[in-house]
Each structure stands twice: as structure tokens, then as C-alpha cells.
């Protein structure tokens, strides 16, 4: 690596990235991407890897900080767009944010940094419809996980690092030719390059393991 040291990645998965990768769907004949997560210009770890591996040019960021929904079960469309800047006016913009939700709302992400072990559910389950609305698909799209089980403080940088920095950290970023061309194939060449300092182990001895607020993989 370039640090120097002798890895060895352990892979529960059949194929590097786990979930995060793209596969070909015969019935719609189109690459498919599994696992995907809502990924934000203002992600600066995931931002630092493509630069390291050389898949940044494989990612395409959206040109404004918009970020459509759709109700399935209504119907109902809004678009969640912040402002330019620190400042986040326009969680007081009805136009800007969640249909139905109050700016209160969203000030109450200031708890996301105390959080403990609650999860995401327990800080936001009360809000409606902004928990539904919001916080829930946010949880999903962000850690992978439901927000019964997601832990809160993990979307605290999130937040900090994208949203709460203002549009220019919050454009929609989108894989141009899938999640494995972008993320998993740069790496698999950048660690190649590199033997024997690191190695990629199948392992299927990897289980989930629950904690109290929520649960992981290990």
C-alpha cells in the first residue's frame, strides 16, 4: 500500500466490492448497478479513493444540488435543493425541502452529533412525514441500512461534509459506466500494480454479529 504495510483483504462476497458493483442483466440487457448509495460532491473520502485508484473521471457530478423524490405511494414529487453557502436557508424555503416538513426538522439534525448508539429511527421516528420522507431514504441510500437499525452518528459527517456545507458539496454524483468501472476495477488494477503488499482473500467465515441500537457487518 502506500503506506508501506502488507494487507490482506478479506472478501465475504464472490467478487471484490461486495456490494458496491455492477453486473449484466440479460432480461433488460443493461449493466445494472447493485448496491448503490447516494454519493454527494462534498464526500471527500470517497472523492480522495477515486483520485487514488484513477476512477475519478468514471464519476459524473450533476451540475446543481438537486435531489429528486417520488412517492411511490402518493405520487407526490419534491426536489430537496440547498442553497449555495454554510448558511441553509432554505431548509425555511417550502420549496426547497421535503413536502410537508418544517424547518424544525431539520435543526433537529444537531442531535445526529450526540447521538450514542440511538438510531436513526430514534432520533427522527416521530417527525412526520419528514422521518418517512427524508430520514428514512436518506439512511437506506446513505448507510445501506433501515433506519430502525442505522446507526445515527454515523450520518453526522455526512451531513457536516455535504448538505450542511451548502450546494457545491451537494450535487448527486452518478457512476457513468456503473459502480465497478468506477470504484471496484481502478482498484483491483492500483492493488495489481502493487504485489505482494496486498491481497484479496475470499472468506466465507464472515458473519453478522447484532449490537443493541443496531446492527454491522464484521
Known amino acids: 500500500t502506500e503506506a508501506g504495510a502488507r494487507v490482506i483483504v478479506h472478501e465475504a462476497a464472490g467478487q471484490a466490492g461486495g456490494r458496491c458493483r ?25 472523492m480522495r479513493f477515486l483520485a487514488t485508484i484513477g476512477g475519478e473521471r468514471e464519476l459524473l457530478a450533476m451540475p446543481t444540488a438537486a435531489i429528486p423524490f417520488l412517492d411511490l405511494e402518493t405520487g407526490e414529487r419534491w426536489t430537496v ?17 421535503v413536502l410537508g416538513s ?26 412526520t412525514p419528514t422521518f418517512r420522507r427524508f430520514w428514512e431514504p436518506l439512511a ?15 450520518l453526522w459527517p455526512v451531513m457536516t461534509e455535504t448538505i450542511g456545507r451548502g450546494a457545491a458539496a451537494s450535487r448527486p454524483c452518478i457512476a457513468r459506466d456503473g459502480l ?8 483491483l488494477g492500483w ?25 454491522r457487518w464484521c
Open 22 to 46: 455492477s453486473f449484466h442483466d440479460d432480461m433488460l440487457g443493461a449493466e445494472i448497478d447493485n448496491g448503490n448509495h447516494l454519493l454527494l460532491s462534498g464526500n471527500r473520502s470517497a
Open 102 to 127: 418544517r424547518a424544525t426538522h431539520y435543526l433537529a439534525a444537531i442531535r445526529l452529533a450526540r447521538a450514542g448508539n440511538a438510531s436513526v429511527a430514534d432520533l427522527f421516528g416521530r417527525q
Open 180 to 187: 465497478s468501472k468506477a470504484f471496484v476495477d481502478p482498484a
Open 191 to 215: 492493488l495489481a500494480a502493487r504485489p505482494p503488499s496486498t491481497r484479496i482473500a475470499r472468506s466465507r467465515s464472515l458473519k453478522r454479529t447484532s449490537a443493541p441500537a443496531r446492527r
Open 81 to 97: 435543493q440547498p442553497n449555495a453557502g454554510p448558511l441553509g436557508w432554505w431548509i425555511f424555503a417550502p420549496s426547497r425541502r
Open 140 to 154: 437506506v441510500a446513505v448507510l445501506n441500512t433501515a433506519a430502525a437499525e442505522g446507526a445515527a452518528k454515523l
